[in-house]
């Protein structure tokens, strides 16, 4: 699944997210993307420290509500501004996160779309 334009983001995201689909999540950013996995966190670079990050969420059987408040495009690069809502189980049970999201794409050279900066811990 591809990104063929910027206000698509975060349903596509949402989509394989939603689907368990880590392959096709870590498809969608560029191979050397930086990620911020926490609130004012140090950010992490690159597939594999992307694939960790997933890989070791704290949550079993997530789900995500992504909401796409704003989509600034220019050229080649656009921002794209989200809430969201994530449940999931816990360790203690039945949990529910919530944030707000930064993220910024890249056209690439085949018109698709890629993730290049994502801070789902946004602060605005």
Do not use: C
């Not at 206000?7 to 989509?15: G, K, S, T, Y």
């Not at 969420?57 to 789900?63: A, N, T, V």
């Amino acid at each position: 699944m591809a990104i063929d334009n910027p206000r698509e983001a975060d349903q596509v995201w949402m989509d394989l997210f939603n689907k368990g689909d880590l392959d096709g999540l870590l498809d969608l950013y560029e191979k050397d993307a930086l990620l911020v996995p926490e609130p004012r966190g140090t950010a992490i670079v690159g597939p594999e420290a992307i694939r960790e990050w997933m890989t070791g969420f704290p949550l079993r059987d997530p789900q995500i509500d992504l909401r796409t408040h704003a989509v600034h495009e220019r050229d080649a690069e656009a921002i794209v501004y989200s809430d969201w809502t994530m449940t999931g189980t816990g360790d203690d049970g039945p949990t529910r996160m919530d944030g707000q999201a930064i993220v910024m794409l890249r056209r690439q050279t085949d018109g698709s779309w890629l993730l290049a900066f994502d801070d789902p811990f946004a602060q605005r």
